[in-house]
């Protein structure tokens, strides 16, 4: 099959039954990896912080700087934290927080120098997502190389694609105006890329965007990769409604496994598609039918889980669903960048 364009995806996505999706996409599934074959990873999303200035309209996580409930995890409860998560054998943190004007740039180098130097190689970590990054690269008034490399410098291997949600500058206005813009997300996603950090794609749908706008979020990524082969993964979870300014209703599952299997087929040149257990729990793994290959079993994200979003902690008991599917299942570890391997 060669490559689709925007056009070819969009029909698709109105007019091809189920089984002509997962064909397409286990075709593509299949040039990356074994096909009844899947990875996954044991991970604890550390929410350090929920004061926010952002002010997102799909987020019911953040607090106002000076409003009541406001927090910053010490630095023992974070090594609690992972402590905790290696008990339950995972070895990866995404540190994931608002957009806290109290804390500079200098204060994450710190904690990350911190993590690096108590748990060396033995847990990985998200240092940021982007969308943070590009917040704290502009308070410290440093250009995004320069804050890059003040990341690497502090021991950080990885700096993800996260809130990015659906990456069209329309949207961002609609939700998301004190963010970032579209063309700042990807400057910055390239400055890490640049800086031999490694870095991934995400998506959330279920909001009120468009399949235009789904499909100009594809465009880009592909494009981005194309241009960098920087994306390690692309991850797509599901708006959570609860509590939150905008509202809404959450999609089904069936939309979320059509939209697996559509981005499986566009991104033709990223070698990971990964569902979220996080967001659609056991319905997560028959998105590996529709070409996901990969996937996290979190044990905690209090940004979804006060938008609604449940955690089962019975991690066999989640991990027979893709066997009783005929998958077998196998740990993978983070991956240290080329670049920064001694
Ligand atoms: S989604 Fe992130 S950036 Fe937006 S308000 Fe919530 S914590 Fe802040």
Not at 83 to 98: P, Q
Not at 243 to 267: D, K, N, V
Request: with cysteine; hydrophobic share 40%; proline share 3%.
């Amino acid at each position: 099959m060669t490559r689709i364009d925007v056009d070819e995806a969009r029909r698709l996505w109105l007019e091809a039954p189920d089984e002509e999706l997962k064909e397409l996409a286990q075709g593509v599934r299949a040039r990356w990896h074994e096909p009844n074959r899947a990875t996954y990873m044991v991970m604890r999303i550390i929410n350090y912080t929920n004061v926010c200035v952002a002010q997102c309209d799909y987020c019911a996580f953040y607090v106002l700087p000076n409003q009541e409930g406001g927090y910053v995890l010490s630095r023992a409860d974070v090594f609690a934290k992972i402590d905790e998560l290696v008990e339950f054998g995972g070895d990866l943190v995404a540190f994931n927080g608002g957009f806290n004007p109290k804390l500079p740039l200098d204060f994450y180098c710190d904690l990350f120098a911190s993590v690096r130097e108590r748990y060396g190689d033995r847990v990985e970590f998200y240092a940021l997502t982007i969308a943070e990054f590009v917040y704290l690269a502009d308070r410290a008034r440093l250009s995004h190389a320069e804050a890059a490399a003040r990341l690497r410098d502090a021991g950080v291997h990885w700096v993800t694609g996260g809130g990015s949600e659906i990456l069209t500058e329309n949207f961002r206005k609609r939700h998301a105006k004190f963010k970032y813009t579209v063309r700042e997300y990807f400057d910055a996603q390239r400055a890490i890329v640049d800086a031999g950090l490694k870095t991934t794609a995400t998506m959330v749908i279920g909001f009120d965007e468009t399949l235009d706008e789904r499909l100009e979020h594809l465009q880009r990524t592909r494009d981005f990769q194309d241009e960098t082969a920087g994306l390690f993964s692309f991850l797509c979870w599901t708006y959570k409604p609860y509590g939150t300014a905008f509202g809404g209703r959450e999609i089904s599952p069936g939309e979320y496994w059509r939209h697996i299997a559509l981005s499986r087929i566009f991104l033709d040149n990223v070698r990971h598609v990964r569902t979220s257990v996080l967001t659609q729990n056991a319905d997560a793994f028959r998105a590996l039918d529709y070409g996901a290959d990969d996937f996290d079993l979190p044990i905690e994200d209090e940004v979804t889980q006060k938008a609604g979003a449940t955690i089962e902690l019975d991690l066999e008991g989640l991990l027979s669903i893709p066997r009783s599917l005929g998958y077998t299942v196998e740990y993978r570890r983070a991956e240290r960048p080329a670049a920064l391997t001694t």
